[in-house]
């Protein structure tokens, strides 16, 4: 599997002050992250997931592959799910142009979405 | 190995009650019977009595391994590959990474809280479990891997929860994740996130103010 780097957390998943929020709305999924960062600085962390089609969470124990996506958004460009979508309906898949995100949380586990694309808004 | 002892045991019983009762008369009934009842036209008797017998004595040859080494095993308290206590594993551990929360993952919330009867959601809640006797140690594993010679903690809260407690290390529930996919690629990417060696740090420390 290939899979490219987007985007990379300034705080650590393994040192987050509370849970992650996860909010679903209209078509976007959006990931609310509050943690220190490498001075142990707290800071704050928005991901918004656009034209979310499908969605997947897997538990920590669960994910023997990791695809580099440990505190990283990365796309999976050879995504062999993206592949079964555009092979159920082809045309739809063509509308959408989309894609196949990861981002793994330590203790969390993985989530992934296949969206058109994603926004980060970082607070400090 | 418990299982392979008792068919070790279960097979040789077989083969003793075979060779007391009228040995080879008793031994040729089987072999006579078991032709009537496996015969094929492209065989004779003779081949077929010939392979019964080489498979006997494998199964006997098998058998008698498995007896031995399945009670050397048992007698020497060696235990099982993937888990142990007792052992000094872990004396030189470290950890993949330098920080960490005091809360634990839903999931690791959940596990404990019903483990030990009452809300667990911190590290200084199953530290006090373990120390009020709610939890025994031995129910709580510890997952660890060893590379290049490097011996790596996996669940950081955990141990940490244990180290609080005053239990030492010698005496955790550890289990070998070595050589797991699901370990090992984590440990990878948590020690590159890290920016650790593989080696990884002896002293970590708690993020935050939770």
């Known amino acids: ?124 | 190995m418990i299982a392979g002892t008792i068919l070790g045991a279960a097979l040789l019983g077989a083969d003793a009650i075979n060779t007391t009762v009228e040995i080879g008369t008793g031994e040729n009934r089987i072999a006579n019977g078991l032709y009537e009842l496996f015969r094929n036209e492209n065989s004779t008797k003779q081949d077929f009595l010939n392979s019964y017998y080489v498979f006997k004595d494998n199964v006997y040859i098998i058998s008698y391994i498995y007896l031995t080494l399945g009670l050397a095993a048992a007698e020497s308290g060696f235990p099982t590959p993937n888990s142990m206590s007792g052992t000094g594993v872990l004396d030189n551990a470290n950890y993949a990474q330098k920080t960490y929360s005091n809360t634990f993952s839903r999931e690791g919330r959940k596990i404990y809280s019903e483990l030990v009867g009452e809300p667990i959601n911190t590290i200084d809640d199953l530290a006090s479990a373990i120390n009020s006797g709610k939890v025994n140690v031995a129910e709580i594993p510890v997952d660890y891997i060893v590379r290049d010679g490097k011996t790596l903690i996996l669940n950081t809260r955990t141990s940490q929860a244990l180290t609080q407690a005053g239990i030492p290390r010698n005496q955790w529930n550890i289990i070998d994740g070595t050589g797991d996919p699901l370990f090992e690629n984590l440990l990878t990417e948590q020690s590159s996130r890290n920016n650790l060696t593989l080696e990884g740090i002896s002293t970590i420390r708690p993020s935050g103010g939770q």
């Not at chain 1, 992650?20 to 990931?31: G, Q, R, T, V």
């Not at chain 1, 609310?32 to 034209?51: A, C, V, Y």
């Not at chain 1, 979508?85 to 959408?96: A, R």
Request: aromatic share 14%.
């Open chain 1, 1 to 124: 599997m290939i899979s490219e780097i987007k985007y990379e957390l300034p705080i650590f998943s393994s040192s987050l002050e509370k849970e992650p929020i996860i909010e679903s709305k209209d078509l976007n999924i959006k990931i609310e992250l509050m943690g220190t960062d490498e001075e142990n600085r707290l800071r704050r962390i928005k991901i918004e997931f656009n034209s979310v089609l499908c969605n997947k969470h897997t538990s920590a124990r669960f994910t023997p592959k990791l695809y580099g996506s440990y505190d990283r958004i990365v796309e999976l460009v050879d995504s062999e799910w993206l592949a079964e979508l555009e092979n159920i309906n082809k045309e739809y898949f063509n509308y959408w142009n989309l894609k196949h995100y990861i981002i793994y949380l330590d203790g969390f586990g993985m989530f992934e979405f296949i969206a058109q694309g994603y926004e980060v808004v970082e607070y400090e």
